[in-house]
């Protein structure tokens, strides 16, 4: 199985919820990454996880709240979102943290109204 | 830091070969990544190549690197229109692991 899974595909949300994101992979994999991608753009990373530990903050707004609740589940906890965080957010993992050899998500479509 | 640039938008015809380049700027580059992205889906790494290597090949896609023009591109040979995508170009250099990612070029395939 080299599949990583992403849900929900679509979410909308306002600026006062809160929700969550969820990634999931059953590869082994122990590095776990949140991209941010907009729009014609390159994906921005915005958080590593190594076993399971925060590794890499790439200074995300506190309203972005990461959790590795295992070493196979990944989750992104939204809240007071601002409509420029609309984008395609991507989970992604590798076997280690090197970045080499990284198997994506689809990604899940957020749009903040 | 590192600057990545790619070209926006590269046209085919199908059956032909495609072409895209990609450059960057710090020399002390060690990893170098293609990357495809379909509409509406994630990323697939396609390929990635050391810096200590000038080539590699993987079935329809070579990859050339000129370590001294900084520059990679990627070839696929016999282009279907099943490789219409945006493809990504990252590096990896100095003391990071954290690749930088060019802009993407719009691979498009006619019939």
């Known amino acids: 199985d080299t599949e990583v899974t992403q849900t929900p595909k679509h979410l909308v949300m306002g600026m006062t919820n809160k929700k969550s994101l969820k990634c999931e992979q059953h590869?082994?994999?122990?590095?776990m990454y949140w991209y941010k991608q907009k729009a014609k753009k390159p994906p921005e990373l915005m958080f590593v996880?190594?076993?399971?530990?925060?590794?890499i903050n790439e200074s995300v707004p506190s309203r972005f709240s990461p959790e590795c609740p295992n070493s196979s589940l990944l989750n992104l906890h939204l809240h007071a979102l601002q409509p420029e965080d609309s984008a395609l957010y991507l989970c992604?993992?590798?076997?280690?943290?090197?970045?080499?050899?990284?198997?994506f998500g689809p990604g899940t479509r957020l749009t903040v109204t | 830091g590192e600057d990545v640039e790619q070209s926006l938008f590269l046209s085919v015809r199908e059956g032909d070969s495609s072409v895209i380049n990609c450059t960057y700027t710090?020399?002390?580059?060690?990893?170098l990544y293609w990357y495809k992205q379909e509409p509406g889906a994630g990323l697939q790494l396609l390929t990635y190549?050391?810096?200590?290597?000038d080539m590699k090949q993987d079935q329809r896609l070579t990859v050339l690197l000129n370590k001294k023009d900084k520059h990679l591109s990627l070839r696929i040979a016999d282009t279907q229109t099943g490789d219409s995508a945006i493809y990504f170009c990252?590096?990896?250099?100095?003391?990071?692991?954290?690749?930088?990612f060019g802009r993407g070029t719009s691979l498009i395939v006619h019939p």
């Open positions: 992604a993992s590798s076997q280690d943290e090197s970045f080499r050899e990284q198997y």
């Open positions: 590869m082994g994999h122990r590095a």
């Open positions: 996880y190594s076993y399971e530990k925060l590794s």
């Open positions: 710090d020399s002390s580059s060690t990893y």
């Open positions: 190549i050391f810096s200590n290597m």
């Open positions: 990252a590096v990896v250099s100095g003391g990071s692991y954290i690749p930088t």
